[in-house]
């Protein structure tokens, strides 16, 4: 049986119609009940999760594991119930049922604190079961990003595009390409996302085994991959026209456009999950188990109440440490546009200014973790482990600049985009927008707050770690407003985010609320994507010209 079918049953839970729900509720009640009344009870021995990457949507564990999702996460309160009395119907017949791990939707923010399902305005119940009825689950990234309902909404539209619309490239290809561009940080989490949504539109489990049994055309996209991650400066038209002149295993233009936005999407999103601890789903490994709690008895009920998790350890943000630090911030801000308005700095000024804080950002040291090494599961997807981002200075070698004004995403990358791939540069645009200009006018506790200043203290800073260079930009105002442990942060969290902890993300702009901070992320995500799509396209258009 195709495993695309077996998933055929649940399609329904996302219909907005209550009628269309129960009837699919129904038959998906049936269908567990039946097959759990066949097993009856089973040693707990004979019970463990499935680790396979190819897990069987007719298998009773992974029903079990996608109703206990579904019970928290469905933005439905008759599905979410239901399933929880599914649950529990299953659990008295005798056969154990799974129960959730983790904290919640985010490790470092407390569960309470991000917008839950059944407890969230109209306005994003209803972003929400648009994002359920596309991909039949409502994740973590999502419901975090829910702190910015008008961003949620432009990533959920373009994501969704990127998938699930019509394009270049086949549903399955482009699930690969974004287990291909996840792995290379190491990010299980959209790695085991993107294999269910792999065998679901109908790819060859045989590509799971790992990149070297993917087709040779994917297997040519690894390079590419690997430089836009951790060093997309080195990008050049010749591995644009090794891709494109491959004799049968050639890639078109469109083809790779579509992948070059894919790669650059799924790198800066394995950057935002590991900045704000995004926890594995509920239905994919890492995210249930099938034993039992320490403690007590386990029932469907402590689902829904909550228990059977770990204890919340995240606790508030240390507010002593720093008692002035908004202030000093919003003082900073104050005498840098007083500075502004009496003098101008010279070009040859600027320029120095920016060489200096582009030099300076090679010498921020990422955080100091030992390296990790990728799991088996991880690392099969891609080529060349060791290949990351270095301190080029180090070696006496330099980022070269890369000037914006001879290259822009507004006057170059969007209109190639666009012409290749329709309708996607306009979506990417957009999200870009939104991100960069999204305010509240709020810092803490401080209200009626122009937060401009900042925001594009953040993206050029993002964009000068990557070479890039506004003509317009005084530099010299970022470390005015960026303090060296919030550069320590960026810096991990932009060129090697799988090293981000709880204590980085905790120790910077302690004062803020958990919604500040994801915004930062937000921020840091798109500055990110567009840097990186940059130097693909400019690589894109020499090859053309």
Not at 17 to 33: G, H, K, P, Y
Not at 131 to 151: E, T
Not at 312 to 322: S, V
Not at 326 to 345: T, W
Request: hydrophobic residues 35%; aromatic residues 8%; negative net charge.
């Amino acid at each position: 049986m195709d495993i695309s079918d077996g998933t055929g049953r649940w399609d329904g839970l996302g219909s907005r119609d209550i009628s269309t729900r129960e009837i699919a509720m129904e038959n998906v009640s049936q269908e567990v009940l039946s097959r759990a009344e066949k097993i009856g009870p089973i040693c707990e021995e004979v019970i463990q999760p499935l680790r396979s990457p190819v897990r069987s949507p007719d298998d009773l564990n992974w029903m079990l594991a996608r109703l206990l999702m579904l019970s928290r996460r469905c933005p439905y309160a008759d599905v979410r119930e239901k399933c929880l009395s599914v649950l529990q119907n299953v659990q008295d017949i005798g056969v154990r049922i799974p129960r959730p791990l983790g904290q919640g939707p985010s490790r470092f923010i407390p569960e309470k604190e991000i917008l839950q399902v059944s407890k969230v305005n109209a306005k994003t119940q209803v972003i929400f079961e648009d994002a359920f009825a596309a991909l039949g689950r409502l994740d973590n990234i999502s419901l975090v990003m829910g702190f910015h309902p008008q961003y949620l909404e432009s990533f959920l539209r373009t994501q969704h595009y990127l998938l699930q619309m019509d394009g270049p490239l086949s549903l399955h290809c482009r699930h690969y390409i974004g287990i291909m561009a996840a792995a290379r940080h190491q990010c299980s989490n959209l790695v085991n996302l993107h294999v269910n949504d792999f065998l679901q539109v109908g790819g060859d489990p045989k590509w799971l085994n790992g990149l070297k049994d993917a087709p040779q055309k994917l297997q040519h996209l690894g390079e590419l991959n690997k430089i836009l991650a951790h060093r997309p400066w080195l990008v050049t038209k010749a591995h644009i026209e090794q891709l494109l002149k491959a004799e049968e295993h050639s890639w078109s233009l469109a083809e790779l456009i579509h992948a070059v936005v894919l790669l650059t999407h799924y790198h800066s999103l394995a950057s935002f999950t590991f900045s704000c601890g995004i926890s594995p789903e509920i239905h994919c490994d890492g995210g249930h188990t099938f034993r039992p709690p320490s403690i007590s008895n386990y029932c469907a009920c402590d689902i829904a109440n909550g228990n059977g998790t770990l204890d919340e350890i995240q606790g508030n943000h240390a507010l002593t440490d720093t008692p002035c630090e908004v202030e000093a911030l919003m003082e900073k801000m104050k005498q840098l546009q007083e500075c502004r308005d009496e003098e101008e700095a010279s070009q040859e000024e600027m320029a120095t200014r920016f060489e200096r804080e582009k030099t300076e950002s090679m010498l921020v040291a990422a955080a100091e973790d030992e390296d990790s090494v990728p799991t088996r599961d991880v690392s099969r997807h891609f080529e060349d482990p060791s290949y990351g981002y270095k301190d080029f200075s180090r070696r006496g070698e330099h980022v070269p600049t890369f000037r914006a004004q001879d290259y822009s995403w507004e006057d170059h990358g969007y209109s190639l985009v666009n012409r290749l791939y329709p309708d996607v540069g306009q979506l990417l645009d957009e999200k870009f927008q939104i991100a960069y200009n999204l305010t509240y006018n709020t810092m803490a506790m401080h209200q009626d707050v122009d937060t401009s200043m900042l925001r594009r203290a953040i993206w050029n800073y993002i964009h000068c770690m990557f070479g890039i260079r506004y003509d317009d930009y005084d530099y010299g105002e970022i470390n005015q407003l960026l303090d060296r442990s919030f550069k320590v942060y960026i810096k991990t969290m932009v060129c090697s985010p799988e090293k981000t902890t709880k204590r980085m993300y905790d120790s910077f702009w302690r004062q803020f609320k958990h919604s500040e901070k994801v915004h930062v992320n937000l921020l840091l995500m798109e500055a990110r994507m567009q840097a990186e799509l940059l130097y693909a396209l400019r690589a894109i258009t020499h090859y053309m010209t």
